[in-house]
């Protein structure tokens, strides 16, 4: 907040030393034609009402009010087109809503305006111009200069204002070909009204500004239209790139970074709906994710929350709607509020927070392209959670939740083939047997077995390097491949295991007994140890030459140890 009210102070320092100054030096030295105040008047609201309801064209607006101001410069000069300007621009205030404050969004439009106002009316001068003329060709060219610079200093402006926040250089080719078309085009309406002004009367303003004002209101509702039916394309494509993600986390990556960029909000946020709490589960913050603690919410609590207890969407336009019902985290930029439950079979499974620091962004109509947005979602979701269980299934063992034989041989393949190209240095390879696992079968049960086989794939996974794996090749057998470890180091990793386990206290419930009390039993583990290329080229051979020496050097060496190949 402190930042803006240091923009608002040197925006007012800079329209203070310019526009009442300036307004001053007119008054005194260019006040020489008679106006008309109650025509003015009239002018003026014309002025107004085109800048409060403009025509936009992807979103950006259509400036036509040089349709009243270039007759009343022509009539009354330089001092009255300033006040129909001047006060015309109050209804930008209106139309046009973002983060700016209402008071730094006039100051601004205002000085633009006025430095607008002397530039053209002295490049009209300069061209020979004069007030009141009314023959045709010579007006022609006088009032295109003065149009032409117009636009000119305007898109001066804006090309400053685009490099300094890094504009994409199509979207200013765009907006500068869009603002030359439309200040070149009004010029003959502009003169119609001025001709028949002069030469019919007042009444031609009314005859040409109401069928004008009603043309650019037909105009609006068909480039809101246009807007709808553009949203709606877009939609039925993220729909499209939304199903074609194989993860979850890729789907609602995605899915953020598309609503972000469609609804132009700087901060989405999509919570997580779960036994009655809501949980943060993506932060997107001005282009990109960042991590954030947040709290847990309760049904009610913050906007989020009461969006769960209503299981309705709302819309806030501002900060001070929404300001007294939530008193959690908020940027201080943060305006336009739309929040939504996602939800499917009747139950609400996520909520999906949308601001931005506009003020009154959101419209109802934008519900109505989130909820198609949001049904994609959902869709997209729970085939992305199909796909990722199909291939845990094909890649997993369902009883460990480790990697399965059928992908440790493939994974196995596959670092060799990068060891033998080069790619990497050297490839480890563990074989890890339970030692006696039988008798733990036998004495208290295949369930209790299993038990222990789930125990012991837990302690195996925290000890996977970053860079390797860790399956169960079957049975009580289980096999790390680590590409890039040295055979020492492996070596040492598998003490570690082995160490590890032998210190465990696996707890049992046995299942040959009516015993219900939990038994510990302590197991060991003895490994073999293999590596690529010292031991072996091919990835059969690695594999077999860690079974020998898990079976030659540390079974038959009398267990609980490990043991690394020798030829």
Known sequence: MKAYNRTTFWTFIVWFVIVPPGLI???LNHNDYEINWLHLSLYTVFGFITLLYPIKKNGQPLF???????????????????????LSVLAILFAFNNSISLLNRFLLNSTLFFVLSIVSAA?????GGEIGLLDFWPLIIVVFCY???????????????????????????????FDYISGIGIIPFALTVYFLSEYVGFGAVFLLGIPFLLMTYMLRIY???????????????????????????????????????????????????QAGWLELV??????????????????????????????????????????????????????????????????????????????????????QILDILCSYFTVSVEK????????????RCALTNLYNFGFLEERLLYEMKLVNEGLIDELSLLILDIDHFKAVNDTYGHQSGNEVLQMLARILKKNVPRTGIVGRYGGEEF???????????????????????????????????????????SITVSIGVSNAPEDADEAKILLSNADRSLYMGAKQAGRNRVAGYIK
């Open 479 to 521: 096999v790390f491949i680590l590409p890039g470890m040295s055979k020492r180091d492996a070596k040492l990793l598998a003490e570690q295991i082995r160490s590890e386990v032998e210190s465990y206290a696996f707890q049992v419930y046995p299942s040959l007994n009516n015993q219900s009390a939990p038994v510990l039993l």
């Open 25 to 27: 030096y007119l008054f």
């Open 282 to 367: 993506r932060t997107y913050e001005n282009g990109e994710f960042v991590e954030f603690i947040f709290d847990r919410l309760s049904p009610g609590q913050g906007i989020a929350g009461s969006v769960v207890l209503w299981n309705k969407p709302i819309i806030y336009s501002n900060r001070e709607e929404w300001g007294k019902v939530s008193n959690d985290y908020a940027p201080d930029d943060m305006q336009s509020v739309l929040c939504l439950p996602i939800s499917r079979d009747q139950s609400i499974e996520t909520v999906l927070f949308l601001s931005t620091q506009r003020k009154s962004a959101f419209k109802e109509y934008h519900l």
């Open 384 to 395: 992305a959670r199909n796909v990722e269980e199909k291939v845990i299934k094909s890649e």
């Open 223 to 273: 480039s809101n239209t246009e807007v709808i039916n553009q949203h709606l394309q877009q939609a039925g494509e993220i729909g499209h790139q939304l199903s074609n993600n194989v993860t979850e986390k890729k789907v609602m990556d995605q899915f953020v970074e598309k609503v972000s960029k469609m609804f132009n909000a700087e901060y989405v946020y999509l919570f997580d709906h």
């Open 147 to 177: 149009q032409f610079s117009h636009v000119s200093v305007r898109d001066l402006v804006f090309k400053i204002d685009a490099h300094f926040r890094k504009i994409p250089r199509n979207y200013i080719y765009n907006k500068t070909l």
């Open 64 to 86: 036509l009010i040089m349709w009243v101001t270039i007759p009343v410069f022509l009539k009354y000069g330089i001092i009255a087109e300033i006040i129909v300007m001047q």
């Open 123 to 127: 490049v009209f001068t300069l061209v």
